[in-house]
């Protein structure tokens, strides 16, 4: 059973800087795609970033691109987004994601808060 643990969440001013990370167990990391998404209060969720399994390649929301920073290492099992130049819109609640890459199957933190104050 694949588990993921974000943490790094907070308070922090507009302009400020975050680092998420997120720990997967359970399951071998490498043959996982992963990414983060969020969840402002009263919207659907959507997506930030992603990055494939070797670390070749990410992709990332137009909202963010040039802010934020997706990375892995996969020898700590870990996956991060560095955040910078934070603005209030990125308020909220943030979701590690990793998808199997041979069976495409899901999994979801429990995410963790993002609060950017103006």
């Known amino acids: 059973q694949v588990q993921l643990v974000e943490s790094g969440g907070g308070l922090v001013q507009a302009g400020g800087s975050l680092r998420l990370s997120c720990v997967l167990s359970?399951?071998?990391?490498?043959?996982?795609?992963m990414g983060w998404y969020r969840q402002a209060p009263g919207k659907e969720r959507e997506f930030v970033a992603s990055i494939t399994w070797s670390g070749g390649s990410t992709h990332y929301a137009d909202s963010v691109k040039g802010r934020f920073t997706i990375s892995r290492d996969n020898a700590k099992n870990a996956v991060y987004l560095r955040m910078n130049s934070l603005k209030p819109e990125d308020t909220a609640i943030y979701y590690c994601?990793?998808?199997?890459?041979?069976?495409?199957?899901?999994?979801w933190g429990q995410g963790t808060q993002v609060t950017v104050s103006s």
């Open positions: 359970g399951r071998t990391f490498n043959v996982y795609d």
């Open positions: 994601n990793a998808e199997a890459t041979v069976t495409g199957y899901n999994y």
